[in-house]
Nanobody
Framework: QVQLVESGGDLVQPGGSLRLSCAAS????????MSWYRQTPGKGRELVAA???????NYADSMKGRFTISRDNAKNSVYLQMNSLQPEDTAVYFC?????????WGQGTQVTVSS
């Protein structure tokens, strides 16, 4: 069975950092593009960052310079390092895997940035 399990979400103060992890299983991880999305009740789901099977990264403009996506194919995992967090970063963060045929989603992990 395909599984994407996010972890690392927490309550942090503005300016703080978090590292999210996504552990994948049930598919050939190294052949999939991986991405992080986030969702709030008001905004819906938006792309945060993506890393291709070949290692090319892309970021939403508001995250560029603050967030870093990486992957470890040996561990079937993808990570999101988040720095300089602000209240507007508060959201449920989802891990996603996709190739030309399939798209998989995790259940999400809550990130709350508040004083």
């Amino acid at each position: 069975q395909v599984q994407l399990v996010e972890s690392g979400g927490d309550l942090v103060q503005p300016g703080g950092s978090l590292r999210l992890s996504c552990a994948a299983s049930g598919f050939t991880f190294r052949f999939f593009d991986m991405s992080w999305y986030r969702q709030t009740p008001g905004k819906g789901r938006e792309l945060v960052a993506a890393i291709s099977a070949g290692g090319t990264t892309n970021y939403a403009d508001s995250m560029k310079g603050r967030f870093t996506i990486s992957r470890d194919n040996a561990k079937n995992s993808v990570y999101l390092q988040m720095n300089s967090l602000q209240p507007e970063d508060t959201a449920v963060y989802f891990c996603s895997a996709r190739n030309i045929f399939n798209t998989y989603w995790g259940q999400g992990t809550q990130v709350t940035v508040s004083s």
